[in-house]
């Protein structure tokens, strides 16, 4: 398993700002991913974090608007850009286990934004 | 890539009765994932099916993969309080999934 630690677990932003979050694993891993879950729907990829190299970002989201940096193994941030209210939705961190296809979650960031 | 179609979206049981969440694709999948998420947590994972007509069990909870693979279900029996949440399925692969809308349950005491 991985131990994810994400911050901020929340924060209200206003309208035009942006906010970075921060993605924190316990050990090593070649793949972060970004998802985002719009308030009581299911979960979207944003886009896939690669160390050393440009996230690669899922149809309907550009890297204007949610740059990714990957500095190294364990870390990633997302940055959600000039924010509208639109833009108001859990932010989950995700990265796979070592051999495996599942999933492991942060525990999120809940964004609103005023 | 494609949509899974699950349902129902919310379902309302007595404690002690039978759940089930039902996942449908148009195209056939390599395997499905289902995930947990409690009301204000983060999604669990809870089982990988691969093998067509595979069926596996946790506890009170049995998951199913269609013959076709086209389809699988989530059962609880005899739930309980604790069940309550957000079932999810998902599919893909390496990270990038596509999930499921998702079905909510709520279990009255």
């Known amino acids: 398993s991985a131990v994810i630690s994400q911050k901020p677990s929340r924060d209200i932003c206003q309208r035009g700002t942006s906010l970075t979050i921060q993605c924190q694993v316990d050990s090593q891993v070649t793949m972060m991913f970004w998802y985002r879950q719009q308030p009581g729907q299911s979960l979207t990829l944003i886009a896939t974090a690669n160390q050393g190299s440009e996230a690669t970002y899922e149809s309907g989201f550009v890297i204007d608007k949610f740059p990714i940096s990957r500095p190294n193994l364990t870390f990633s941030t997302l940055t959600v850009s000039n924010m509208s209210p639109e833009d108001s939705s859990i932010y989950l961190c995700?990265?796979?286990?070592?051999?495996?296809?599942?999933?492991?979650f942060g525990s999120g960031t809940q964004l609103s934004v005023l | 890539g494609q949509q899974v179609m699950q349902i129902p979206q919310y379902q309302h049981v007595q404690e002690g009765e039978d759940f089930t969440t039902y996942c449908n694709s148009s195209?056939?999948?390599?395997?499905i994932q289902w995930y947990k998420q409690r009301p204000g947590g983060h999604p669990v994972f809870l089982i990988q099916?691969?093998?067509?007509?595979e069926v596996k069990k946790q506890k009170r909870l049995t998951f199913q993969f269609g013959e076709a693979k086209k389809n699988s279900s989530l059962h609880i029996t005899a739930t309980q309080t604790t069940d309550v949440g957000t079932y999810f399925c998902?599919?893909?692969?390496?990270?990038?999934?596509?999930f499921g809308k998702g079905t909510k349950l709520s279990v009255k005491p």
């Open positions: 099916l691969v093998k067509s007509g």
């Open positions: 195209t056939t999948l390599s395997n």
């Open positions: 998902a599919r893909g692969s390496q990270g990038n999934l596509i």
């Open positions: 995700s990265v796979t286990g070592t051999g495996t296809e599942k999933l492991f």
